[in-house]
């Protein structure tokens, strides 16, 4: 049925995290319109615990870093991405949701991780150079 097909999806589906201000969990709690956790996820001292802690959790991970990029981290699989250079910073609304609208895009339609994170670092990036959080 579409319900277990959703379910089975959104089981197997990557986490997402912010790390500007410490990790935060930036995935849907209950399924993709839902409104995002905002909690601390793990007191790490530095950046490779992060990492350490992301090779343990045994699922996708994947953290925005914002001019620092993306990392995604699967088991032992690291893959980053660079933030895109030179642009016109207008507002950041909007930024982590098509990151992750942009990400997901890739990851369902069977991207590479690398090329995932760089189609929802490319989202991202259009829509920070624009008043607002639509594209048009």
């Known amino acids: 049925s579409a319900k277990q097909t959703a379910s089975r999806t959104l089981s197997s589906a990557p986490r997402f995290f912010q790390a500007e201000d410490g990790i935060r969990d930036r995935s849907p709690s209950r399924g993709l319109g839902d409104v995002y956790k905002r909690q601390s996820l793990i007191n790490a001292k530095s950046f490779e615990d992060v990492i350490e802690f992301g090779k343990q959790l045994g699922k996708l991970l994947i953290i925005t870093r914002g001019e620092k990029g993306s990392i995604a981290i699967k088991n032992k699989e690291i893959v980053e991405c ?12 909007g930024a982590g949701d098509l990151f992750a609208a942009g990400f997901l895009h890739g990851f369902i339609n069977n991207f590479s991780i690398k090329d995932s994170l760089e189609k929802g670092t490319d989202m991202s990036s259009k829509i920070i150079q624009k008043i607002g959080a639509r594209l048009n």
Request: aromatic share 0%.
């Open 82 to 93: 660079q933030s895109k250079p030179n642009l016109k910073i207008m507002d950041l609304t």
